[in-house]
């Protein structure tokens, strides 16, 4: 509904919302701005937007951790090998949640919708093809999925030297 839904008794005007979505978990944003995590524009604009969601607090949280010293800047600077090993494992531990993610997306929502359609008794229309193909929170969820999970992994300490 991309003019939005009139929401009688609340608005005059037609709002739009996005559906629930794992982007807004407030620890997901904050475990991207403590590892120093730095999404695509397109993915960054849409995790931005889904803190309108979270509690204010969380927020403010967030932006406490975005505002603070870089910790990857203190990693990089320090030398310390075992720092550095350290971050690269809960790099790789959130990787491999938004994997486990996409898989179970995958599995339960995209591969999931065709069989349910084909079972569909109701003569009823369904929902059009395009948001078959969306995430609940309103993205193109496979390629948004893959792209976070992909930036997630860039964000890996080098030893330099």
């Given amino acids: 509904m991309p003019a939005g839904l009139l929401y009688e008794g609340v608005s005059k005007e037609p709002l739009n919302y996005s ?3 794992a982007a807004q978990s407030s620890v997901l ?39 603070a010293p870089s910790l990857r800047d203190h990693i990089l600077s320090s030398g310390n090998s075992q720092l550095l090993t350290a971050h690269n494992q809960c790099v790789e531990a959130l990787a ?13 929502l995209i591969t999931a919708a065709p069989k349910a359609k084909g079972r569909r008794t109701s003569h009823l229309p369904g929902p059009p093809q395009a948001l078959e193909e969306r995430g609940t929170g309103g993205t193109a969820v496979v390629r948004f ?14 030893q330099s030297g």
Avoid at 40 to 65: G, N, V
Avoid at 96 to 104: C, G, I, V
């Fill in 145 to 158: 999925l893959k792209s976070v999970r992909d930036k997630t992994l860039e964000a890996i300490l080098h």
């Fill in 96 to 108: 491999a949640l938004r994997s486990y993610h996409l898989a179970m997306v995958t599995k339960y």
């Fill in 19 to 21: 559906g629930a979505s």
């Fill in 29 to 67: 944003h904050a475990f991207d701005e403590f590892l120093g995590v730095r999404h695509s524009k397109e993915s960054a604009d849409f995790l931005h937007r889904m803190r309108d969601y979270m509690p204010p607090s969380h927020r403010a949280f967030i932006e406490e951790i975005h505002s």
